[in-house]
């Protein structure tokens, strides 16, 4: 079973590269610390699984990161992706930044769009985005410039720069600072009416839909029907843990240890692998003797999906019953319930707990894949 999940999926990455020009044209590097000095050059598109990434050199194609913090100051030619603590951008990107990450801060250039997951997003006055900034966090500050359009869903949004496109909003408290310029129209949904201080420009429309207590409070994640459907898919989880443990203890433990002891290799193949195989699916669905693999590979994919949380879990789940003493093992299926609840509690925190999610499922789905290397170990 191990080997066959290694080679489709091994195979289908393969595919992926070969039909979008990268396989021969991509530079991987791994390690507790990577820096790209300010006089190299990389002509190719870099891959990176660290603990610190800093980039200030020049590289000639996509970067795809997972770490801890990354800081660019450099400049890369095609887009930044990647998953990490925090993210502070000086330099430029030419392409697009799509970033899952606590701390989003941007002082430089984006040639493209800004995808943006996280609790802050910083645009800070020297930072200008060239395209459309699409952002999910607790809050949000733009005091540089934006070249289209903004759409956020916040819980705090101050507006201070340059915006010259439209702007549609959903958050908590939403404040337009006196130097704010928005050259196309604001539309937002709140509890509250904006604030708008005198000598911000709004040069279009405004529009503002209240949103009322009683449908805000459905929203919430402490209802009785929430708190219902995350008791049964937490049920769910425990029961499909146990079940794994009957079946297959060894590899169970293996990706346990991959949690523990590859942590940031974990995370890293974990966002490359949730990335590029569906793309390898639906290129390998174009071709008929493609078909096949992609059925399975798919079908490999939406398992390890499931139970990625599942392994994060366990390990987590050990480390607390073991007071984080190194060496110390606990009972798995202790470790299993007692780390699921937790992780369940911390996802269901507004704002942060998506984040949580994201870094569980990169992180177990990583694991997943190195269970059999430490299994061996």
């Not at 066959?4 to 020009?21: E, N, P, T, Y």
């Not at 900034?133 to 949004?157: H, L, P, Q, W, Y």
């Not at 201070?160 to 050259?183: F, N, Q």
Request: glycine fraction near 10%; proline fraction near 2%; charge should be positive.
């Amino acid at each position: 079973m191990d080997k066959k999940l290694i080679f489709f999926i091994a195979l289908s990455l393969f595919l992926f590269l070969l039909v979008s020009g990268l396989s021969f044209a991509t530079e991987f590097k791994s390690g507790r610390n990577i820096f790209v000095r300010q006089t190299k050059t990389i002509e190719d598109d870099l891959i990176i699984a660290a603990n610190n990434v800093r980039i200030g050199g020049v590289v000639q194609g996509d970067v795809i990161f997972g770490s801890r913090s990354l800081v660019h100051n450099g400049k890369i030619t095609g887009s930044l992706n990647g998953a990490c603590q925090n993210v502070r951008i000086l330099g430029e990107v030419r392409g697009s930044v799509r970033a899952f990450c606590q701390n989003n801060n941007i002082e430089g250039t984006i040639g493209r769009n800004l995808i943006n997951f996280s609790q802050t997003l910083n645009i800070r006055h020297n930072g200008k985005i060239n395209g459309d900034v699409t952002s999910f966090c607790a809050e949000m500050t733009i005091d540089g410039e934006v070249g289209r359009n903004v759409k956020c869903g916040a819980g705090t949004v101050i507006i201070s720069g340059t915006i010259h496109g439209d702007v549609d909003l959903e958050a908590d408290e939403i404040s337009i600072m006196p130097t704010a310029k928005i050259l196309g129209n604001l539309k937002y949904k709140s509890r509250e009416e904006a604030r708008v201080e005198q000598g911000a420009q709004i040069a279009g429309e405004v529009e503002w839909i209240k949103l009322e207590p009683k449908e805000k409070e459905k929203k919430g994640f402490l209802t009785t029907k929430n708190i219902i459907i995350k008791l049964l898919f937490l049920l769910a989880a425990i029961v499909t843990g146990l079940i794994l443990l009957g079946i297959s203890k060894n590899f169970v433990r293996g990706a346990k240890r991959a949690v523990t002891e590859s942590f940031l290799k974990s995370l890293g193949l974990g966002f490359i692998c949730l990335i590029c195989i569906p793309i390898a699916v639906v290129i390998l669905l174009i071709t008929v003797i493609g078909i096949p693999v992609a059925i399975i590979s798919l079908f490999v994919y939406l398992i390890l999906f499931y139970i990625a949380k599942i392994f994060v879990g366990i390990a987590f789940g050990e480390k607390i019953l073991t007071g984080f003493k190194k060496g110390k093992e606990a009972p798995l299926g202790w470790s299993l319930v007692v780390g699921l609840i937790i992780i369940n509690i911390l996802t269901s925190i507004p704002y942060l707990g998506w984040i949580v999610y994201l870094a569980v499922l990169f992180i177990g789905f990583g694991a997943a894949l190195l269970a059999r290397k430490h299994l061996l170990a």
